[in-house]
């Protein structure tokens, strides 16, 4: 069972929204919380999420150097040219986990589409091969539609992702 340590500014219904979790589901998960007093450094269940330290696969993505290791086990299994966010629309720095899943998204999110803990932010293939290497994503990570396709064949939801710059 995943646990989310609550960031200042955090409600319980920016959590619920970032995890893709409807707000029932977190209360009934979380019944000795008011859900009117949460506070940084509260510890939130989110339900039907593996905890990322039973999950043997992470992810590092790497802004600057424009690529995603996939590690198992603490080894480099893997690592992928990936596009990253345009200056004004930068890809955000953090730990996050695999949350979800949409196999043709449709449009410029290729053939899959993996959500990350981040309300509107993903790993996600693309229309414009072209763009892999560069930073002009309005901030997710692109990836070539195959390294997409492979990525989501191994990695379950619950898998970390660390983004560091």
């Known amino acids: 069972m995943y646990r989310h340590t609550v960031l200042p500014g955090?409600?319980?219904?920016?959590?619920?929204?970032?995890?893709?979790?409807?707000?029932?589901?977190?209360?009934?998960?979380?019944?000795n919380i008011d859900p009117n007093r949460i506070y940084p450094g509260q510890m939130i269940i989110i339900p039907n999420l593996p905890d990322p330290a039973n999950?043997?696969?992470?992810?590092?993505?790497?802004?600057n150097s424009r690529t995603l290791t996939l590690y198992y086990n603490?080894?480099?299994?893997?690592?992928?040219?990936?596009?990253?966010?345009?200056?004004?629309?930068?890809?955000?720095?953090g730990s996050?986990?695999?949350?979800?899943?949409?196999?043709?998204p449709g449009g410029p999110f290729g053939t899959m589409w993996l959500s990350l803990s981040k309300l509107h932010y993903g790993i996600h293939g693309t229309n414009d091969?072209?763009?892999?290497?560069?930073?002009?994503?309005?901030?997710?990570i692109r990836?070539?539609?195959?390294?997409v396709e492979e990525?989501?064949?191994?990695?379950?939801?619950?898998?970390?992702?660390?983004?560091?710059?």
């Open 129 to 140: 091969p072209s763009s892999i290497g560069h930073a002009v994503s309005h901030g997710c």
């Open 96 to 104: 996050f986990v695999i949350v979800d899943r949409e196999p043709n």
């Open 143 to 147: 990836m070539h539609n195959a390294d």
């Open 10 to 31: 955090e409600t319980l219904t920016t959590i619920a929204a970032n995890y893709r979790r409807s707000l029932p589901s977190i209360l009934q998960a979380n019944p």
């Open 74 to 93: 603490g080894r480099v299994m893997r690592t992928f040219p990936i596009a990253v966010g345009r200056m004004v629309t930068a890809t955000p720095i």
């Open 151 to 165: 990525l989501a064949r191994l990695v379950p939801n619950g898998t970390s992702v660390t983004i560091s710059p």
């Open 55 to 63: 999950v043997p696969y992470s992810i590092h993505i790497s802004v």
